[in-house]
């Protein structure tokens, strides 16, 4: 699989909230860094945090490509994207975000093995 349409499966399982399905494309190692400094380290960190975020019906996300980088066995993805939710009191608030993520090529095809959101 290429790398365009490994990234373009990842973001899928995310839109889709399949949690097996997106677990599958992150390395068992990776960490996560979240819009306010949390650091999620490895596949359980990373699972407990999407199960409990996949199970609110309320956010949607629409992600743009801003840039990409692909080398032999590396590749870098630069996304805006546009997040839409409720607050605890029913409230929709917006976020602008840039989301890095990092792939490796392993033998299976690429995992991403960093993803950080930094707001804009």
């Known amino acids: 699989m ?3 349409t490994a990234l373009d499966h990842h973001l899928a399982t995310v839109r889709d909230r399949d949690l097996d399905a997106c677990m599958a494309t992150v390395h068992p190692e990776a960490t996560f860094i979240l819009p306010n400094g949390t650091v999620l380290s ?3 960190e990373i699972r407990a945090f999407h199960k409990g975020w996949f199970e609110d019906p309320d956010w949607t ?4 490509v801003t840039r990409t980088l692909v ?3 590396t590749a870098v993805a630069v996304l805006t994207v546009d997040y839409d939710d409720l607050d605890r009191d029913g409230e929709p608030y917006r976020l602008r ?4 993520l990092v792939f490796a090529r392993t033998a ?6 960093h993803d950080q959101n930094t707001n804009c």
Request: charged share 15%; glycine share 14%; net charge negative.
């Open 2 to 4: 290429d790398f365009t």
């Open 42 to 44: 490895g596949a359980d």
């Open 61 to 64: 996300m629409t992600v743009s």
């Open 71 to 73: 080398q032999t066995d």
């Open 97 to 100: 975000y840039f989301l890095s």
């Open 108 to 113: 299976g095809g690429w995992l991403l093995v």
